[in-house]
T-cell receptor, first 114, second 114 residues
Framework: EAQVTQNPRYLITVTGKKLTVTCSQN?????MSWYRQDPGLGLRQIYY???????DKGDVPEGYKVSRKEKRNFPLILESPSPNQTSLYFC?????????????FGPGTRLTVL | AQSVTQLDSQVPVFEEAPVELRCNYS??????LFWYVQYPNQGLQLLLK??????LVKGINGFEAEFNKSQTSFHLRKPSVHISDTAEYFC????????????FGKGTMLLVSP
């Protein structure tokens, strides 16, 4: 089944403890992206990747890192999480970065930083 | 740069009533338009998209949307809603040409009651 998977689905952590949220897709997509969803703000893009080893900042990149060493994986790294990073995170992928490509979304990761 | 405005944060309706969820966008260049649905505790799923051609676009689950270029709108409609349509709906745009990011509105919560 074609899908985007994220792990973990739920995570509670404390301020300053490094964490990684994994994202993997099995559709051979070139383009991958991370969003955060906050009430009343919709989805905002954190980082995106056009292809392996090519990443760029989205609208809200502060406090996050990403890497794209393999085509299928695009982990999101929080080196020193803070409470304002408590949010619902979505990974997405599409065949290409052009506008007409449908983005497929993962199930989401709910992160709480205490 | 582009932006998306969803005029209603919540729309309560009774089952079998018609509904319209409003979306207006602003962009200095031509864009593709999308509607996504998010059911409770799930990721986003594409409802429909406008890329070109007929301005009336039909999507899944009986939804349709009409692109109005002069009014820069892309309102979503359904003639008769079901309880199962209760979800959050997001309008999004993506620039035509080249690589571009997906810009979301803040979402409209559709609440269908019996």
């Amino acid at each position: 089944e074609a899908q985007v998977t994220q792990n973990p689905r739920y995570l509670i952590t404390v301020t300053g403890k490094k964490l990684t949220v994994t994202c993997s897709q099995n559709m051979n997509h070139e383009y991958m992206s991370w969003y955060r969803q906050d009430p009343g703000l919709g989805l905002r893009q954190i980082y995106y990747s056009m292809n392996v080893e090519v990443t760029d900042k989205g609208d809200v990149p502060e406090g996050y890192k990403v890497s794209r060493k393999e085509k299928r994986n695009f982990p999101l790294i929080l080196e020193s999480p803070s409470p304002n990073q408590t949010s619902l995170y979505f990974c997405a992928s599409s065949f290409g970065g052009q506008g007409n490509n449908e983005q497929f979304f993962g199930p989401g990761t709910r992160l709480t930083v205490l | 740069a582009q932006s998306v405005t969803q005029l209603d944060s919540q729309v309560p309706v009774f089952e079998e009533a018609p509904v319209e969820l409003r979306c207006n966008y602003s962009s200095s260049v031509s864009v593709y338009l999308f509607w996504y649905v998010q059911y409770p505790n799930q990721g986003l799923q594409l409802l429909l998209k406008y890329l070109s051609g007929s301005t009336l676009v039909k999507g899944i689950n009986g939804f349709e949307a009409e692109f109005n270029k002069s009014q820069t709108s892309f309102h979503l409609r359904k003639p008769s809603v079901h309880i199962s349509d209760t979800a959050e709906y997001f309008c999004a745009v993506r620039r035509i040409g080249g690589y571009s990011t997906l810009t979301f509105g803040k979402g409209t919560m559709l609440l269908v009651s019996p």
